[in-house]
């Protein structure tokens, strides 16, 4: 067993350490010592340093972890958000809202009215009649359908503006911490 003269990191006292010792702890400042065996030297290394530096780099980890779940987060959320979209007949995309359904079931049932009123003016009221009570059905329809959609998109939004700020506030506390 060889036995190696090395110098205290922390306080630079002499010690004495047997050459298959990894680690030690100075007898006189008590510090953490990684001992070193190179080729042609024995050192020591304060561990306290590399243990700063692991937990440092263990923090800059969980940033980068969190930073990449709020990055799928957003994906996610912009690939849900197309499944709420609607089409227009002139082809662009939009967002239902629960105030445009509740005017184009208003706006429908009005034009079912219309279309009663008118029929029932007239000797002969027949397939009129019957598209008017479809205008009504339709506006009552449109009207429900779309403040359902409009409801459950707002919801949606309600719970990836609840889940990004979870995910920001612990990018902060990790970068803080």
């Not at 403040?147 to 309600?158: C, D, F, N, P, R």
């Not at 990836?160 to 920001?168: G, K, Q, T």
Request: one cysteine or more.
């Amino acid at each position: 067993m060889k036995v190696s003269r090395v110098c205290c990191q922390g306080c630079g006292a002499d010690l004495q350490i047997d050459e298959s010792v990894r680690f030690a702890t100075c007898n006189y400042c008590h510090a953490k010592l990684e001992i070193v065996h190179d080729t042609s030297v024995t050192h020591t290394r304060l561990m306290e340093k590399i243990e700063q530096t692991t937990c440092r780099m263990a923090g800059n980890l969980r940033v980068i972890e969190l930073q990449n779940d709020l990055e799928r987060l957003d994906r996610e959320w912009a690939v849900r958000r197309e499944s709420f979209m609607q089409t227009s007949k002139n082809g662009h995309r939009y967002i239902p809202s629960t105030v445009g359904s509740v005017i184009s079931g208003i706006v429908f049932s009005i034009i079912g009215v219309m279309i009663l009123g008118s029929v029932s003016q007239m000797a002969r009221s027949g397939m009129f009649g019957l598209v008017g009570l479809i205008a009504i059905g339709l506006g009552i329809w449109s009207a429900v359908s779309g403040y359902m959609k409009a409801s459950s998109y707002q919801s949606a939004v309600a719970d990836y503006e609840a889940a990004r700020r979870e995910l920001s506030e612990r990018i902060d506390g990790s970068r803080e911490g």
